[in-house]
């Protein structure tokens, strides 16, 4: 009975042994291989589908992107016929050419850039010279009022980058002595010129000037508070003669911008001044040029200058040498 038994457990324990081994190679890795090659798979089918673009429907994209955050330029990427727009978003796809032509430009395209700046620079000129015939066209005006109430010298017009500017020479007979009150010359300089300025509407800006001696008594302690109560004070008074007093700035420089160096004879007369800028409102690129403008329209204004006839000159007839001459000259 236990001779039985146990025979019987050896046999089952053997039969057990022989039922869970095996002798074949190991295919497990089937597994994970066939798992890899499934999300390989799986990858491959997501990149061709992201690779097939609605060029529609990116165009529609792109030009909502480009009115909500303005044009941007677009950068070829390498790898694809798509263009990947400069902030962030995708623009349609494009034509191999267009690409390298964005890329490097031609000299076709540097050509017609520089083309572009030369006519944009024209067209500038065009508007300086344009500008400069209005405010020539003011000054006349201004020039034909002063004259008629005899002060035509008064004022001294010049143009400039910042407009037309009248030097009002602030002499004793316009200002007081160390004072920015307005004597009778003076109102009448501005009374004439008020009805102008005011029909031009352009801003005013009155710049007070001192010569550089320096203040000695009175109310201001030095050039700047004169120099900048005379220009208020023309303020007040073109105001007075009915000029807006929202186009006009009064400002004072003392003597730090002098018309005529120190040791020039007109320094002292000359660098005591109110000037009177009418305000150019064109774009800093044609304000640049007026200079030049005003400078070109001078002198094609200018009358040719006469030109002289060359003198005559007389010329003496040959004298003839004489044999004594002859042997003089060539003796030996």
Known sequence: MSAGGAHGR???????????GHDGPDERWLVSYADMITVLMALFIVLFAISQVDAQKFLQLKQGLAEGVGASSTIPVDGGSGLLVSNGS???PAQPQTAVQAEAPDAGSAGQGASSSAAGGASAMQAAR????RLDELQRQLDASLQSGGLGDRVDFRITERGL???????????????????ETGREVLDAMAPV????????????????????GGLYPSNWELSAARAASVVRHLESDGVASDRMTA???GQTRPLYPGDDE????????????VLSDQPAEVKALLPEAAAEAAASAAPPEPQVAPAAVALA?????????????GGH
């Open 10 to 20: 050896g046999r089952r324990g053997g039969g057990g042994h022989d039922e869970g």
């Open 90 to 92: 995708i623009a349609a």
């Open 130 to 133: 344009e500008e400069v015939e």
């Open 165 to 183: 500017v009248g030097a009002i020479v602030a002499d004793d007979v316009f200002f007081e002595s160390s004072s920015a009150a307005l004597r």
């Open 197 to 216: 300025l005011d029909a031009d509407q352009h801003p005013l800006e009155l710049q007070g000037h001192t010569n550089s001696l320096p203040v000695r």
């Open 251 to 253: 400002v004072g420089y």
């Open 266 to 277: 007109q320094a002292l007369s000359g660098n005591r001044r109110v000037d009177l800028v």
């Open 317 to 329: 007839p040959p004298v003839e040498a004489s044999a004594a001459d002859h042997a003089d000259a």
